[in-house]
C-alpha cells in the first residue's frame, strides 16, 4: 500500500491522471491514474483509440455505474488489456453479480474497493488467485466471502460486509499478514470464525451494525497484537460470550489493547473484565456507551495504571455508580486521570 501512495504522490507532478467524461475521452500516452466518470465512454470511445501503454496503467476508478446490455464484456475486456493495475475501484452500482474470471489475471492488483457497489453478489475463485492483494472492501450485495479468501496470504485490510449468517473456519482466520479488520453492516450474521487465534497480525477490530450478531468467540482473546477494538450497534450481542465461565479453569491473558469502545449493546449486562484484565499493561482509552444493561464496573478496572480515559455516556445505573465523590464504583476509577461521565455543560473531563 505505502508504494502505491507513493506512485500516487509522484504523478501529481507528472501530469500522469486522465479524467474520461461525456466530453473528455482523450488519455495522454503518460497516463497512469484513470478515473472514469463516463463508463461508456470510456468502454466504447477512449478504449478504442488507446494508444499501445496499456502496462503504464496502475489504477482505474468508476466513477458511475457500469451498466449497458455488454457492460460485463465491456469491463472483462478492460481486466484483461490492463494487466498490471495495481488499483481497482467501482464507486457504484453495476448490471453484472459478480467480476468476471478475468479478474484473476490481475496478479500485480494491490487494492481492490467495490464497497458503494450492492448489484456484486459473488467472487469468482480466480479472485483467490490474487496474492499480491493488500485491502479489500465488499459491497452491502456479497452473499457469502469463501473460505477460500485464506489464500489472499498478502491482505492486510479487510472491509467485510455480507449476507452470510456465520464466518466458517478456514477462512478470515487464515490471514496471518491481516491488521486491519472491519466487519460492518452483516445484518444476517450471527457468529464470527472460532480461529481467529489465526489473525496474528491484527491490530484493530471494528465490528458494526451486525444487528444478528449474538456471540463473539474466545479466540478474540488470543489476539496478543490487537491494539483497537471497536463494537457498536450490534442489538443481540453479549459481551460476556468471550468470557471464561466461573466453573472453568481462567487463563492469564497478555493483550495490547490500547483503545477500547462498546457502543449501543443493549443485550449486554457487564464488561468483559477477562479482557480488562489481559489488558492492565496497555489499556488507554476505554469508552462506554448507549449500553442501558452494563451496571457497574468490573473490580479489575482499578488495576488498569496506564488507562488515561474513561467515557461513560447513556448507561443510567452506571453513570450513578461512577459519579465523582458520591458513586459506588467511584473508588475503582478514581486513579483515572480524564473521566467523562455523561454530556455536561462544560464538555469537559473531571480529573480523577
Not at 32 to 45: G, N
Not at 125 to 148: H, M, R, W
Not at 164 to 191: A, D, H, M, S, W
Request: charged share 25%; hydrophobic share 35%; proline share 5%.
Amino acid at each position: 500500500m505505502h508504494d502505491l501512495m507513493h506512485d500516487l504522490a509522484s504523478s501529481l507532478a507528472q501530469n500522469e491522471f486522465s479524467i474520461i467524461s461525456s466530453q473528455n475521452h482523450q488519455i495522454s500516452k503518460t497516463t497512469r491514474h484513470l478515473t472514469v466518470l463516463d463508463s461508456d465512454s470510456f468502454f466504447h470511445k477512449t478504449l478504442p483509440k488507446f494508444p499501445n501503454n496499456f502496462h503504464q496503467v496502475r489504477s482505474i476508478v468508476f466513477v458511475d455505474s457500469i451498466v449497458g446490455p455488454t457492460c460485463k464484456t465491456d469491463f472483462e475486456k478492460c481486466l484483461l488489456e490492463f494487466k498490471h493495475l495495481r488499483s481497482l475501484e467501482l464507486m457504484d452500482d453495476s448490471e453484472f453479480e459478480a467480476f468476471p474470471e478475468r479478474i484473476g489475471a490481475l496478479k500485480h492488483l494491490r487494492y481492490l474497493h467495490f464497497g458503494k457497489n450492492a448489484k456484486i453478489k459473488r467472487l469468482p475463485k480466480s479472485i483467490f488467485k490474487l496474492q499480491n492483494l493488500q485491502a479489500l472492501v465488499t459491497g452491502e450485495g456479497l452473499e457469502e466471502l469463501p473460505k477460500d479468501v485464506r489464500y489472499m496470504i498478502s491482505l492486510r485490510f479487510l472491509f467485510l460486509c455480507t449476507q452470510q449468517k456465520r464466518l466458517p473456519e478456514g477462512g478470515i482466520g487464515c490471514l496471518e499478514c491481516l491488521q486491519t479488520l472491519f466487519i460492518v453492516g452483516c445484518e444476517n450474521l450471527e457468529n464470527l470464525c472460532e480461529d481467529m487465534q489465526g489473525l496474528k497480525s491484527l491490530r484493530k477490530l471494528v465490528i458494526c451494525l451486525c444487528d444478528s450478531l449474538i456471540s463473539l468467540p474466545r479466540s478474540i482473546k488470543c489476539l496478543t497484537t490487537l491494539e483497537e477494538l471497536f463494537i457498536s450497534n450490534c442489538e443481540k450481542l453479549d459481551l460476556m460470550t468471550i468470557e471464561e465461565k466461573k466453573e472453568e479453569k481462567i487463563q492469564p491473558l497478555s493483550l495490547s489493547l490500547r483503545i477500547v469502545m462498546f457502543e449501543y449493546l443493549p443485550a449486554t449486562l457487564a464488561v468483559p473484565e477477562q479482557l480488562l484484565q489481559g489488558s492492565a499493561e496497555s489499556l488507554q482509552t476505554f469508552i462506554i456507551g448507549d449500553c442501558p444493561n452494563i451496571e457497574e464496573m468490573p473490580e479489575s478496572i482499578s488495576n488498569l495504571k496506564k488507562l488515561q480515559k474513561l467515557r461513560i455516556s447513556d448507561c443510567p445505573s452506571l453513570s450513578k455508580r461512577c459519579q465523582k465523590g458520591t458513586g459506588e464504583d467511584w473508588p475503582k476509577i478514581a486513579h483515572i486521570p480524564k473521566i467523562k461521565v455523561d454530556d455536561d455543560d462544560s464538555g469537559e473531563e473531571t480529573s480523577g
